[in-house]
């Protein structure tokens, strides 16, 4: 089936800092991609879908100054965590979707940010 | 988005069969229903879908009745690799925003 990688698998950062997070498809185009956040023993929250070239759509609730996405290719979405604090702490799910694979949701192995 | 019931947890054996039923009592005509797996720190993954009675394929079946307000997820002499969270969506087919409820974690005993 496709993949969809994440780097890196965990992180752990100071307060106040900023943390990248990449999500590539890596044997597919894809037409969106997701970022999920879930804590712990907790379900995925939808955080927001991001097209190629295009502005992400936030869920209610998620501030887009704090999580900043990029999706500059059809291959690479990436999620920043600007000035992080440690209830950031979480552990950050992305997925792709292409239309060539109908409209499935790839996900990808997930992202642990632990801030301290 | 219909919302979704499903037991918190289950417990089973390894060469069992283990039925996780979901609730979906408001599902709309369209909507279909889909089955992911989560094991712990990694994404989750697709397991099955369906939209009435019954689908099967390598991993699980899935039977939905006719009036479709509820589905079980069959799973098929249990592994203790099985041992996972099973999350029940239900939403159209070309609703890309997935609504994970709560989910069923299921541990697989020796």
């Known amino acids: 089936g496709a993949v969809v990688s994440q780097h890196p698998s965990w992180v752990i950062c100071k307060s106040g800092t900023s943390v990248k997070i990449e999500c590539r498809s890596l044997?597919?185009?894809?037409?969106?991609m997701f970022w999920y956040r879930q804590f712990p023993k907790q379900s995925l929250m939808l955080m927001a879908t991001s097209n190629e070239g295009s502005k992400a759509t936030y869920e209610q609730g998620v501030e887009k100054d704090k999580f900043l996405i990029n999706h500059a290719s059809l291959t690479l979405s990436t999620l920043t965590v600007t000035s992080a604090h440690p209830e950031d702490s979480s552990f950050y799910i992305c997925?792709?979707?292409?239309?060539?694979?109908?409209?499935?949701?790839?996900f990808g192995p997930g992202t642990r940010l632990t801030v301290l | 988005l219909a919302k979704t019931t499903q037991p918190i947890s289950m417990d089973s054996y390894e060469g069992q069969e283990v039925n996780i039923t979901c609730s979906h009592n408001n599902i709309a005509t369209n909507d279909y229903i889909t089955w992911y797996q989560q094991f712990p720190s990694q994404g989750p993954r697709f397991i099955i879908q369906?939209?009435?009675t019954k689908v099967t394929n390598e991993v699980a079946s899935l039977f939905i009745p006719a009036d479709r307000k509820s589905s079980t997820l069959s799973l098929p002499r249990v592994s203790l690799s099985d041992t996972a969270v099973y999350y029940c969506l239900v939403a159209l087919i070309n609703d890309y925003k997935l609504s994970f409820g709560a989910g069923t974690t299921v541990t697989v005993r020796a």
């Open positions: 044997d597919f185009q894809a037409t969106t």
């Open positions: 997925s792709a979707m292409s239309r060539l694979l109908d409209n499935e949701q790839f």
């Open positions: 369906g939209y009435k």
